[in-house]
């Protein structure tokens, strides 16, 4: 994610290593050196921007979560201006830095809708698939659906499950990999569950339009690309009802589902809710995706996303003069 806007950012702006005046940071992506330049532009006036996704707490971080906290305040409490990539990255920083200060601007990440849009044809099938994105790099997110997919497929016994990405948590992918096929035969989904490994950028489109509906189960997710994406192409999102999911999906793109999650332990949804979500996006699949497109447009067209950051840079940049 955070490589993508600083690719987007570079394609949009003239950029340079060594004469600027003006530095982009995310904190999600922060190169090699970057203290050293946080404290070059405050040496020397040059407004610098971050862009800041989430925060590490224990749940997902496990030890020493105060130490990275540290470092993305001192990101945040020298910026020129800090963008929030959700109110619940914006609720975090006042949380683990407990520095209410640091209000900043809250600002979606965006997407293409010109290249992410839906597919020309609705499935009518009668054979929904369901769709697992991104890169699989937690345990409990591929448990999670598997489970919560079982129990549609007794209802929907024709649907399919695709598991896109990287299946790996423990750095060691074929154990991974093994780990879940044993899930998978376990609960007799092996002619419904396909394992499609990882995808390009440019193949993510149509990795989407392959599918019906998103289901995302990392719990208190910030900002999530693959949702946001997952819009643009009209598909509905189910998904736990905690961090910054709710304020992408809204309520008439999705379901969300409730979760006791917190900032000490990960508790998935509850499975048998993500199937009830899954069915209920189902049966009202053509209005959930319209709405799902049409929310796409209106909140996060990547061309108001970076007309938002033109004015900031101009602002930052005449206010030095």
């Known amino acids: ?42 040496k020397n006036g040059i407004p610098l921007v971050s862009n800041v996704d989430g925060f590490a707490y224990p749940a997902w971080h496990g030890s020493g979560w105060q130490v990275t906290n540290s470092l993305i305040g001192v990101l945040a409490r020298n910026s020129s201006k800090t963008l929030f990539q959700s109110n619940f990255s914006k609720l975090c920083a006042h949380k683990f830095l407990g520095d209410s200060a640091i209000e900043g601007e809250v600002l979606y990440n965006a997407v293409n809708t010109d290249f992410f849009s839906p597919r020309d044809t609705r499935n009518v099938s009668g054979a929904p698939t369901i769709l697992l994105a991104g890169n ?12 919560a997919f079982a129990l549609f497929h007794k209802k929907y016994p024709l649907s399919k499950l695709k598991i896109t990405g990287r299946v790996d948590w423990i750095n060691f992918e074929a154990s991974c990999k093994r780990q879940t096929m044993a899930m998978i035969r376990g ?38 690309g693959v949702v946001i994406e997952a819009l643009a192409c009209g598909l509905p999102v189910v998904y736990p009802a905690n961090g910054g999911v709710p304020e992408l999906v809204g309520s008439d793109c999705g379901v969300g589902v409730s979760s006791s999650s ?13 199937a009830d979500g899954l069915e209920h996006c189902w049966v009202n699949l053509k209005s959930y995706s319209e709405s799902a497109r049409s929310r796409a447009l209106k909140m996060f067209d990547q061309k108001q ?13 005449a206010s030095t003069r």
Not at 136 to 147: D, T
Not at 262 to 274: F, Y
């Open 187 to 224: 609960m007799g989904l092996a002619e419904s569950v396909e394992l499609t490994g990882p995808y390009t950028r440019d193949g993510a489109r149509e990795v989407y339009r392959g599918a019906d509906i998103l289901l995302h189960t990392k719990e208190n997710d910030p900002c999530p």
């Open 262 to 274: 917190d900032w000490q332990k990960v508790r998935p949804a509850h499975a048998q809710g993500l």
């Open 136 to 147: 699989q790099y937690e345990k409990y997110r591929v448990e999670n659906a598997l489970e």
């Open 305 to 317: 996303w970076m007309e938002r950051h033109r004015q900031i840079f101009l602002e930052l940049i």
């Open 1 to 42: 994610g955070g490589g993508v806007k600083l690719h987007e950012i570079s394609q949009a702006f003239q950029t340079s290593a060594d004469e600027f005046n003006l530095a982009y940071l995310v904190s999600s992506k922060l190169p090699a050196g970057w203290l050293g330049l946080v404290f070059h532009c405050k």
